[in-house]
């Protein structure tokens, strides 16, 4: 009888588990969502470099863990480059601008739920660091974007500025609810080092992830 009962009690303590499991895989799952992953420059734009570093690179590899950690949760996700390229037309007179508007349509058409550009930061005092995330007040959410994924790199224990806003164009001008992340500053020689390994690149497109979850959440 005795048996019996603890069968009883640990089939029901099982079920109970199980059942919790498939909440939180429920509750945390972006199945039906669209995120446009942008990884920043590329081409004949290299953005920011320390020697043969070059922050297109870096965008992009970063770009590509990204991916990797949403599809996890069942996200839909559109890159806006998937190699060195930038998306300017030979027939633009400002490549840069023609980059960053086919930029902005390609994030639209594709009824994007949020947008995230990636990028890496510089500054010319070295010591400089940490994460840091922008956001344009063009559409309200994208604050409370930037909050979510600031705060989780700070439970991470990763330095990370405060949240603030630019003007820059593409941000300025894509109504999509998105975020710039600053993944760190390639003029510091701790973060240079870490942002060019897999393992760290891994970290914060996890970081980012769970950021972009609790947004979605709530």
């Not at 992953?37 to 965008?59: A, F, M, Q, V």
């Not at 890159?79 to 027939?91: A, C, F, H, I, V």
Request: contains cysteine; positive net charge.
């Amino acid at each position: 009888m005795i048996k019996q009962y603890k069968k009883v009690m640990l089939g029901l303590l099982l079920l109970f588990v199980f059942t919790l499991q498939f909440i939180e895989a429920k509750n945390v799952s972006l199945k039906g969502k669209v995120i446009t992953i942008d990884p920043g420059h590329g081409g004949r734009d290299s953005g920011t470099r320390y020697g043969n570093i070059l922050e297109k690179d870096l965008n992009l590899q970063i770009s590509e863990q990204l991916e990797n950690e949403l599809v996890k949760y069942g996200a839909t996700i559109y890159m806006t480059r998937t190699k060195d390229e930038d998306l300017s037309s030979p027939y633009d007179k400002r490549k840069k601008r023609g980059d960053l508007y086919r930029r902005i349509r390609f994030i639209e058409k594709n009824k994007t739920t949020l947008y995230l550009s990636i990028h890496i930061n510089w500054y010319n005092d070295y010591y400089y660091s940490g994460v840091e995330i922008l956001y344009n007040n063009i559409n309200p959410k994208n604050k409370k974007l930037s909050e979510s994924i600031t705060n989780e790199f700070l439970k991470a224990k990763i330095k990370t500025r405060e949240p603030t806003t630019t003007d820059l164009y593409l941000y300025r001008n894509t109504k999509v609810p998105g975020v710039l992340i600053e993944c760190g500053f390639l003029s510091n020689k701790n973060e240079r080092y870490l942002l060019q390994t897999k393992e760290y690149q891994q970290e914060i497109s996890k970081i980012i992830t769970k950021g972009v979850i609790n947004y979605l959440n709530t």
